[in-house]
């Protein structure tokens, strides 16, 4: 599992392994980028469908709970097919412009 962290911001990903072997790591991993907001790169999948990324949502609703982000990034599949309370967009810009965003609706507290 790769960890580039950018100010109070991390993005996660990896190479080489499934989605379910992926979101395994991701939860052990939890405790050490819990408090910062989190962009999933889901790039290395190609093959992604709606379903698999449903598998995101309770960790998506726990971090979100605790006032930071949880931004998905692919291009796989569109962020129509996937419910709202998950956030996916097609780039990493986006997902850093997303949390800019939701940083300041918290700051205002919108």
Known sequence: ??????????????????????????????????????????????KLSANDVLEFLDLSNNHKAK???????????SFEEIPDELTLVPTVQEAKDVIEMEEIERDLDL
Request: hydrophobic residues 45%.
């Open 1 to 46: 599992m790769i960890f580039d962290k950018e100010g109070n911001t991390t993005i996660v990903f990896q190479e080489d392994i499934s989605l379910a072997g992926f979101l395994k790591n991701l939860n052990q991993a939890y405790d050490k980028i819990k408090h910062d907001h989190l962009v999933i790169n889901l790039f290395s999948f190609s």
């Open 67 to 77: 006032k930071k982000s949880f931004v998905l990034v692919s291009n796989a599949i």
